[in-house]
Structure formats: structure tokens, C-alpha cells
């Protein structure tokens, strides 16, 4: 354990930032209703941050993956503030006054949040001053302009003026000219200029043109020396402003509420909605203004006004590198001993090789559990919608996309399918935050081809993820189905743990055309499901229910046991049900990578629960749904958190996990994490997190590294029972 790793484990919970209220000795009776035994959404979504932060800050992790981490962290507050503190604004604003699960008005929870982001952005920037002196002892260094030679200079102008100075667009501000419209997340430079003999100041916007090909840090030279797109604009203002006196050169940036839907009622169509909300998030609100804390305090509060926002809250100064979330370029870098070691993912065991027609595996060998980024997406998913589309038994090809990737061959594969005669159907849900557009596109180009593309059911978003494949076998139509935990996304597929399942079983066949026929009509007549736990209808009272029966079930004898293993825990539903497991006796072991509103180890109301998060080189992604069942055991996996919102508001599709085999698979996942002491880190009452110490060498591995090891022993053991197959059969062939 490193002293950086110790002292962090010591110091998170010391601070009581975040989700913490005081925590006095519980009484014996507990009122549910009430608001002290749930933590608040954003402040424990801010909290698992601060774990990301750590793995910037661990000396373990190898320095461009802490790069890497602290661009995670920059990200990941941009989308908190388009999104969550967007939305609480958009309540203010509103008027309204209800108060949260927790007992918070939407104004303390944006009061309480800005305290807790401006915290992290204290310890961001440090650790980045840090990061940079320790990228700059292995030869990789970001340096400002001024700190190159004269001859380095003369390069970057020549680059400055032949690829730069076209796309610039300066902008003045006075009575002719009036305040120029900031686009979102945008870098800016506000530039003081006057004339030699004319005291008079001229303001002047320039927004540095980023995603146009030229990266946010410019290589100089063949070695890893970068000097700053907005650093090199600075100092060719000359060119910009011939003759002028530049008095200042300000950074800024600014970032607006992702929170423009609109009610279905003001739009003729969903496709309409989608492209209005579009155009309007490019106009809504500003939430946040970020400023070089060298801009002066005139034109901190001459921005505040102008943008029309507080200039004591909503305006954050910022020391070292603005938008940080740009530094994924520097953590890219390819310096292989500076990375992770390198992870290639393995075929699936059972797809390795010259494996046969997949259907023809699924129908005889049974199904199959796959695990992302363990086991490759591209022979397992992709290859099952490929032969799908080639295959001339295959009828129909239904498939529901949420996101996908730009290069992801998933899209051409659908098009082949619907060029080689099949029923294609897909139902793309334009409401997927952030991939709007791009699904957009991708529908418009699936129709275009013939495909069948609906958009789901009005007033709920389409979460699932399911591919459903009907094939004339030679006895018959039979159902053939992908359900997973991730996106149909090639990228994310090796960045993101998430678990899928490849079946024929015939009742969840039947139960995902009820699923489809449910989709594609746009409403919901009686569906009858047999096995699927599909939401809004059925799932969130089928946990509540499997809950109570665990806890009618519970004995000394017959000990019940509950494990989620899931992104978030809000439901408030849900958490109370596991409050009265736990004081029930039933034991609780929950895996939760960020918001969880339930407080753990509380005596006589949550001192049978355990609550972990897993942070580490891949995103914890994967939902798993286990119940103990008096024996009988029970394991779910799907596209649901237990949200509000994904069990109220959404289409998401659990199914079972049935066969013993793959049951084993999930419970060595449950009992890998569980046990994690390089990567895990436990809750406390209050809302804060310690992480765990390995104390034998055999725990200084993560549970992601052992599964990846697991991974590779499974398809190991494989090509040794096929190498002795081979061998038994050339044996009886020489007989």
C-alpha cells in the first residue's frame, strides 16, 4: 500500500463532504418515510468521484492512465452540469419548492453540489500540477508557448498562420457589436486591444475553433512536446490585431443545460421533439461560467452579467489546463510502459476457433454467458447479428439501439440483413442523452435501406438491449436473442464491464415478441411474460417482491441473501425494501459503482448490509440481480438500474439466468468483487467511502485483473479439451 493510497483511504471520510449528515445512535423503531436514512442522488454521484480522483492520485496506477483519470473527472462534471445541476436549475426556476427523498430543496442541493465540485476542482488542479511534473520526467511535456526556443517559436507561428488564422473569427463587443452568442463547452479568449496613442479599450471575443482536426494540444517537433491550441492563438495576436496594443488575453468557457425536452403535446412528432430539443440545447441556459484565474474581476462580472448568471455561484476560476476532459489526447499517448498492460479480449470459450454456424452452438450446446471486456464483443455480438444477416434461414431481425458507435459495424451488418431480404425492425431511441443526433442519422439511414424503424413508446425511452433473431431450423421457426447490460457500442465494449446473454430458450422467446410487438405498436395491451422482467410493468414489483420473500423465507437455519450488483442505487422503493431485509436479518451484499441512496451499517436498520464500489481501468457496467431463494437460487441480468427512472419511466429488459453452468459464471463475478481488496471501497453510514487495503500479495490484484485472468484460463482450458478431442479421433481413425 502506497502512502498516497493510505492517506487517501484515511482522509475521504475525515472531510464529510458530499452525501453526509450526521449520524447519531439510531433509535430502535425506524420510520422509512422518513428523509435521514436516504442519501442525496448528486451528492453520491459527486462522491464517486472523488473515488475516479484517487485513481489519478494512486501511484499504482500507471501515470498516462492517471492522465486519464483526471480527463475522466473533467468529463464527467461537464455532464453533471448540462445535466443534474441543469436540471435543479431548470426547478428553481420553476418555482419549485418539493422537497427531495433526502429532505433538500432543488436550491440546496445546487448550493451543497457546488461546494463539493469546487473541492474536487481544488484537488484536481493540484494533482494535475503534479501529473505534469511527473509526464515531463518521462519526456512527455505540455509547456507554454513563451518556454519554447526561438526556433520552436518560429515552427508553431508558421503552423499558427497556415492552419489556424483562417478559422479565426474575432469578435468585437460595443453598441455595433453586440454580445456574441458562447456555444456550449467552448473555449474562449476575451482580448483587451487599444490604439498606441488612444487610451480606449476594445473587448473582443475569439473562440478557439476545437473539433475541426486540430488537436487541443499541438505537437512541436517529433517529440512528445505540446504547447496549447488557445496558448498559440495567444501569442500570434498580432497577426489577429495588426498594430493594436493588447492589453489582456482572458480564457473562458462556458457550459448550458442538456435539459431542453419538450412534452410530447408541443410536438407533432418524437422525431420533431428530438430535433427541436437539439436546436435549443445550442441556446438554453448556461449553468456554469469557467474562467483563467488570472481574469480580472471587471471582466469576471462583466461575463456573469452579460451571460445572465450569479456571479458568486455559478462562476468557477480555474488553474492550469481548462476543460481538462481534453487531456484524454495527452493520455493516449502511445508509451506502452505508461499504460495498463495491454488487454486483447479473448473469444469466448465456446466461439474460439473454427467454431461452427452460431445458432447451430446456441441450439446444441445451450446458452452462452459472455462477458465484456473480458471476452471479445466483435466473435461474440457482432459476429451473432453477422451470421444472422448472411444466413439464409434467418427470417426477421429485430433489435433495439440505444447508442451505438460511429465505426461500429452493427449498422452494417442491419443493412446487409434488409439488402439480403430479411425483415429487418429496429427501434432506435432518439432520446438517448447526448447521442441524439447521431441516432438521428442512423435512423434515417436504416429507413433509407428498407428498415423497419419505430422509435418506441411515447413517454418512456427505450433502455433495453436486446437483438432477436428468428430462424427456420430444421424443425421449425425458433427464437434466438442477445440480451445484455451494455450498449451495442464497438468502443465502450472494451472500456465498459458489461455481461450478455446468447439464447434459444424458447419461453424467452415468446416473451421478447410480446417485448417487440409492444414496441413497435407504440402501446400497451395486456403482455403476458413468463420469465422476462421487463420495465415499466412488471420488474420494480417483481424486486420488491423476490425482497419480501426473502424475507418471509429467512431462518437461522435457512439464512436469506440478497446481491445487486449495479450502477445506482435511487429508488427509494427498493432501498427502504432493503432496509427491512437487513433489520429482518437477511443479509445484503451490494456492489454499486456510484449514486447509492441507502445508508449501510447502521445497527438495527442496515448492520446486515455491505455496500462496495468497484473503481478501476474499465467502467463497472454490468447489472446482476441475485436472490437466495431458500436454495432455489435465483440470478438476473439486464439493462436496469434500480432507478426511479429506469424502473418507472423506462423500457428495460432482466432476464434469467437459468442454466447451472452460467450460474456459476455470475456468482465467481459476485464473489471476485465482493472480495476485492486492491480496487473496492466500502461505504460508511454517512454517505463516504474507505478504500480497502490488501494486506497478502495474493490481494494486491483487482477483481477486473483476476477476471481477466479468468478469462483467459476458461479459453486455455478449451483449446486443450479440443486438442484432446482431435487426438482421440485421429486415434480411431489409425485404428
Given at each position: 500500500m502506497t502512502k498516497t493510497t493510505a492517506q487517501a483511504g484515511k482522509a475521504t471520510p475525515a472531510k464529510k463532504t458530499g452525501p453526509t449528515q450526521a449520524v447519531g445512535k439510531a433509535p430502535r423503531s425506524f420510520d422509512l418515510t422518513s428523509s435521514e436514512w436516504y442519501l442525496n442522488r448528486e451528492l453520491t454521484w459527486l462522491e464517486f468521484n472523488r473515488r475516479v480522483l484517487h485513481e489519478a492520485r494512486d501511484e499504482r496506477t500507471p501515470l498516462l492512465e492517471r492522465v486519464m483519470f483526471l480527463a475522466i473527472i473533467g468529463s464527467n462534471l461537464d455532464e453533471f452540469f448540462m445535466k443534474r445541476i441543469g436540471g435543479l436549475k431548470q426547478q428553481v426556476g420553476a418555482g419549485l419548492k418539493k422537497l427531495s427523498i433526502d429532505g433538500r430543496t432543488p436550491q440546496q442541493q445546487i448550493d451543497e453540489c457546488h461546494v463539493v465540485v469546487r473541492d474536487l476542482l481544488r484537488q484536481q488542479q493540484e494533482l494535475e500540477s503534479r501529473l505534469l511534473g511527473l509526464l515531463a520526467a518521462k519526456d512527455i511535456r505540455i509547456v507554454p508557448y513563451k518556454a519554447l526556443t526561438g526556433e520552436q517559436q518560429e515552427e508553431m507561428d508558421?503552423?499558427?498562420?497556415?492552419?489556424?488564422?483562417?478559422?479565426?473569427?474575432?469578435?468585437?463587443?460595443?453598441?455595433?457589436?453586440p454580445f456574441p452568442f458562447i456555444s456550449n463547452l467552448s473555449l474562449n479568449l476575451l482580448v483587451a486591444t487599444r490604439y498606441k496613442s488612444d487610451d480606449h479599450i476594445f473587448l473582443n471575443r475569439i473562440k478557439v475553433p476545437t473539433g475541426v482536426g486540430i488537436p487541443r494540444f499541438i505537437r512541436v517537433g517529433r517529440e512528445h512536446l505540446y504547447v496549447q491550441f488557445e496558448d498559440l492563438i495567444a501569442n500570434n495576436l498580432d497577426t489577429i490585431f495588426p498594430g493594436m496594443v493588447i492589453e489582456s488575453c482572458e480564457l473562458f468557457r462556458v457550459t448550458r443545460n442538456a435539459i431542453t425536452e419538450k412534452t410530447l403535446d408541443q410536438a407533432n412528432d418524437l422525431l420533431a421533439m428530438i430535433e427541436t430539443a437539439l436546436r435549443d440545447r445550442k441556446f438554453a441556459e448556461i449553468v456554469r461560467l469557467e474562467v483563467g484565474s488570472c481574469m480580472s474581476e471587471s471582466h469576471r462580472g462583466m461575463l456573469a452579467a452579460e451571460l445572465g448568471i450569479d456571479r458568486e455561484r455559478d462562476v468557477f476560476a480555474v488553474d492550469g489546463i481548462m476543460a481538462k476532459r481534453d487531456l484524454f489526447e495527452i493520455s493516449s499517448i502511445d508509451r506502452p510502459e505508461l499504460h495498463y498492460p495491454v488487454h486483447q479480449p479473448y473469444d469466448h470459450y465456446r466461439l474460439a476457433g473454427d467454431s461452427p454456424n452460431i445458432f447451430h452452438i446456441i441450439r446444441e450446446e445451450g446458452a452462452l454467458l459472455l462477458q465484456h471486456p473480458y471476452e471479445s464483443f466483435d466473435s461474440s455480438v457482432e459476429r451473432f447479428l453477422r451470421e444472422a444477416s448472411t444466413d439464409p434461414k434467418v427470417l426477421a431481425i429485430k433489435m433495439t439501439l440505444y447508442r451505438t458507435s460511429s465505426d461500429s459495424r452493427i449498422i452494417q451488418y442491419l443493412l446487409d440483413a434488409a439488402h439480403n431480404g430479411k425483415q429487418v425492425a429496429v427501434v432506435v431511441e432518439l432520446k438517448a442523452r447526448f447521442d441524439e443526433s447521431a441516432n438521428i442519422h442512423w435512423a434515417g439511414y436504416l429507413e433509407q435501406a428498407g428498415v423497419h424503424v419505430t422509435y418506441g413508446v411515447v413517454g418512456l425511452k427505450t433502455h433495453s438491449k436486446v437483438i432477436f433473431v428468428i430462424r427456420?431450423?430444421?424443425?421449425g421457426l425458433r427464437r434466438y436473442a442477445h440480451i445484455g447490460t451494455g450498449n451495442y457500442h464497438a468502443g465502450t465494449a472494451r472500456l465498459y464491464s458489461d455481461i450478455g446473454l446468447l439464447?434459444?430458450?424458447?419461453?424467452?422467446?415468446?416473451?421478447?415478441?410480446?417485448?417487440?410487438?409492444?414496441?413497435?405498436?407504440?402501446?400497451?395491451?395486456?403482455?403476458?411474460?413468463?420469465?422476462?422482467?421487463?420495465?415499466?410493468?412488471?420488474?420494480?414489483?417483481?424486486?420488491?417482491?423476490?425482497?419480501?420473500?426473502?424475507?418471509?423465507?429467512?431462518?437461522?437455519?435457512?439464512?436469506g441473501l440478497i446481491q445487486f450488483k449495479t450502477n445506482a442505487l435511487e429508488d427509494r422503493d427498493i432501498t427502504a425494501a432493503l432496509y427491512k431485509a437487513s433489520m429482518a436479518g437477511?443479509?445484503?451484499?451490494?456492489?454499486?459503482?456510484?449514486?447509492?441512496?441507502?445508508?449501510?451499517?447502521?445497527?438495527?436498520?442496515?448492520?446486515?448490509?455491505?455496500?462496495?464500489?468497484?473503481?478501476?481501468?474499465?467502467?463497472?457496467?454490468?447489472?446482476?440481480?441475485?436472490?437466495?431463494?431458500?436454495?432455489?437460487?435465483?440470478?438476473?441480468t439486464g439493462s436496469a438500474d434500480i432507478m426511479k427512472r429506469n424502473l418507472e419511466e423506462r423500457v428495460e429488459v432482466i432476464t434469467p439466468i437459468e442454466p447451472p453452468e452460467l450460474q456459476a459464471a455470475l456468482r465467481e463475478i459476485l464473489d471476485v468483487q465482493l472480495n476485492d481488496q486492491r480496487s473496492a471501497w466500502v461505504m460508511q453510514p454517512d454517505g463516504t467511502y474507505i478504500q480497502r487495503k490488501p494486506k497478502l500479495r495474493g490481494e494486491q490484484r483487482s477483481s477486473q485483473e483476476i477476471l481477466i485472468e479468468l478469462a483467459a484460463k476458461r479459453l486455455a482450458k478449451a483449446r486443450r479439451l479440443f486438442k484432446k478431442k482431435i487426438k482421440k479421433i485421429a486415434k480411431r481413425k489409425v485404428k
Open positions: 508558421v503552423y499558427f498562420y497556415d492552419n489556424i488564422y483562417p478559422l479565426l473569427t474575432p469578435q468585437g463587443m460595443d453598441p455595433a457589436h427456420q431450423d430444421y424443425d439464447t434459444c430458450d424458447p419461453q424467452i422467446g415468446r416473451d421478447l415478441t410480446e417485448l417487440f410487438n409492444f414496441l413497435t405498436m407504440g402501446y400497451a395491451p395486456a403482455r403476458n411474460y413468463k420469465k422476462l422482467l421487463p420495465s415499466p410493468k412488471i420488474l420494480k414489483k417483481a424486486l420488491l417482491e423476490k425482497i419480501e420473500r426473502e424475507i418471509k423465507n429467512h431462518s437461522d437455519k435457512n439464512p437477511v443479509r445484503v451484499d451490494l456492489i454499486v459503482r456510484d449514486t447509492c441512496r441507502l445508508r449501510p451499517g447502521i445497527e438495527g436498520l442496515s448492520e446486515n448490509i455491505r455496500v462496495i464500489s468497484i473503481v478501476g481501468r474499465f467502467l463497472e457496467h454490468s447489472r446482476i440481480y441475485y436472490f437466495r431463494n431458500s436454495g432455489r437460487e435465483e440470478y438476473f
